[in-house]
């Protein structure tokens, strides 16, 4: 990836970024609103449940007059009298479940007594009062269900608790409304809402609420059930004698269709805010993420040309916020950045005219000294074999290292300039025992062991005398910068189509600083334990740049103190 593309992936991703952060936190305060609206409404509801609930329970109990609640007291005492159950034989009743503690001799009779019958009217007032038609004067017979017109209030009973059961886990029925099965839908068949409710009848007791009025506060079950004329509301109300005592509880179950309704209705609005809220977060996150990442986008263009090679960009927008300080910054470092730019292009242009002056120069000395110099050494050469002595031998060597010296500065030159080599099979062991002989009276000198350990058939394309030259600078330097009666060992081995020359010895090391350094032209390291005439640094960028030419690299390992290992990697054919 270019660095224009990732400035342009910056500025895709930065408005995504804010873009998504923007709708995440307006769709968290719309979510949160929706939420808070739609359960503060839900709770308010709940509570108008109960409340009409209670207030329904609360009038009713004006319709039992003392006289009626005296009737409760005595249906209560005749009942248990005739209860086929004594103390230790009441029956395990499940919480919900019913079971008939008088025969059905002794319902009847109870029933047909003027106290039932006034309580039933009473119970029936209650229910048939919530009717939305005019119930008519007189006594009132157990009613059907109309479904087009059904009651407000499902059930109205009376139930009482049992002496001989103080944790109240079964309850007894003194009157209901609807007592006697009647096929009020007339299909023939006792349905659920048809079920007689005898007096005496014993009932588990199965919710909070009637436990809470026989203590005395009225109740309302905090949860409604369902049936197939709708949905009731239980509440339990405390029904109180002439002494304030608790005597019974009426039980109401109310119809909440209308107000599931309301709160239906309320889901379905709650919803459709949530929707359009978010769709509305949508747009505008969108626009807000495009309006904040405008300036970030004109920078994104502005750094695009500047990678172009554009300097003399500048941005123009006029902001007063940090974004217009980030662009006058900019433009300040676009000025600074142009300014260094032309002074460093004009350096450059110096360094170019000064670096060709300097390549011509050596050029032109190396290939005028090279003459003299040849001359100076055939002589010196021809005087050492008439009249041998230390002198004529000390010039004669001068004269072959300044040979040498004027060969590598010419090849150097040769080398900066060739874009390509020519390339012949080239055989590695005759090199490095040609590069043995050439080194053999240094190394001797230097008292310095060197091995050579490479298979004869070993080969490769390359340009020999390039290659030659290379191994010889490599070679001589581990030789010379060696301890005296130190050892030094070329080893080649044959890999994945490359051929890897080590040439390792036990000299002084090159310290860490200095590794990156070696490879440049003219640098050599002086130490004290160097051979007396080390050249003059082109050895290792010669090995360099002849490696690169054959597509294959130099490295170096080494320490302070424990000698060098340097690799020479080249392919056996050209790529």
């Known amino acids: ?80 009298r005739l209860s086929l159950f004594r103390d230790s034989q009441l029956p395990e009743i499940e919480p919900g479940d019913t079971a008939a503690s008088l ?68 309850l007894k029925f003194i009157a209901d409304a609807d007592y006697a099965f009647e096929d009020t839908n007339e299909n ?11 007096v005496g009848q014993l009932y588990g007791l199965p919710s909070p609420e009637l436990e809470a009025a026989f203590d005395g506060e009225a109740h309302v079950a905090d949860e409604y059930y369902e049936d197939i004329w709708g949905t009731w509301l239980t509440g339990a109300f405390p029904i109180h004698d002439r002494r304030g005592q608790v005597i019974a509880v009426l039980g109401i179950d109310y119809g909440v ?104 120069f050596l050029a032109n000395l190396s290939h005028e000294l090279r003459t003299p110099l040849s001359i100076l050494y055939g002589y010196a050469a021809i005087m050492l074999e008439r009249a041998p002595g230390k002198e004529l031998e000390e010039m004669h060597r001068a004269a072959e290292q300044l040979s040498a010296y004027v060969s590598d500065l010419i090849l150097l030159t040769d080398l900066e300039t060739r874009i390509d080599i020519q390339r012949s099979p080239t055989r590695i062991r005759p090199l490095l025992d040609r590069v043995r ?67 390792v010895d036990q000299g002084v090391g090159i310290a860490p600083e200095e590794q990156r350094r070696i490879w440049d032209r003219f640098y050599r390291i002086d130490t004290s334990n160097t051979y007396s005439v080390s050249g003059v640094g082109t050895g290792l960028f010669i090995a360099k740049r002849v490696l690169e030419l054959h597509q294959g690299t130099i490295t170096v390992t080494s320490e302070p103190g424990k000698g060098s290992t340097f690799r020479l990697a080249l392919p056996k054919s050209p790529a």
């Open 1 to 80: 990836m270019t660095d224009s593309d990732r400035i342009q992936s910056f500025g895709m991703l930065f408005g995504v970024r804010i873009g998504l952060a923007i709708f995440l936190v307006t769709s968290l305060f719309v979510g949160a609103a929706s939420a808070y609206f739609y359960l503060s409404s839900l709770e308010s509801l709940r509570a108008q449940m109960r409340e009409r609930v209670l207030d329904v329970g609360r009038t009713s109990l004006f319709l039992f007059s003392p006289e009626e609640r005296d009737m409760i007291s005595i249906l209560d005492r005749e009942s248990a």
């Open 103 to 170: 025969t059905p001799e002794q319902v009847a009779r109870l029933q047909a007594r003027p106290e039932f019958q006034t309580l039933v009217q009473t119970l029936r007032q209650i229910k048939n009062g919530s009717r939305p038609a005019i119930t008519q004067p007189g006594p009132l017979p157990q009613a059907a269900l109309d479904p087009e017109h059904p009651p407000v209030i499902r059930y109205a009973y009376i139930l009482t608790s049992l002496p001989e059961v103080p944790d109240r886990r079964i």
């Open 188 to 198: 023939g068949v006792m349905d659920d809402d048809e079920q007689p409710t005898d």
């Open 257 to 360: 269709d209308s107000e599931l309704n309301v709160a239906r209705e309320l889901t379905y609005i709650s919803v459709l805010f949530l929707m359009a809220g978010i769709l509305l977060s949508l747009a505008l996150s969108f626009l807000v993420a495009r309006w904040l990442s405008r300036p970030i986008a004109e920078l994104r263009g502005a750094a695009e040309r500047v990678i172009a090679g554009d300097f003399g960009t500048r941005l123009t927008m006029r902001r007063s916020d940090d974004l217009g300080l980030l662009a006058e910054s900019f433009n300040a470092m676009m000025s600074a950045i142009q300014s260094s730019a032309r002074k460093l292009a004009q350096m450059l242009e110096e360094l170019e005219k000064l670096n060709r002056v300097k390549d011509e």
């Open 437 to 503: 002989n050439e080194l053999a009276q240094t190394a001797e000198e230097m008292q310095i062991t060197l091995d050579i350990d490479c298979d004869q058939s070993l080969e490769l394309s390359a340009n020999r005398e390039l290659l030659f030259s290379a191994l010889r600078h490599v070679v001589k330097n581990a030789i010379v910068y060696s301890e005296k009666g130190g050892r030094v060992l070329v080893s080649v081995t044959d890999a994945n189509d490359r051929i890897t020359i080590e040439v």
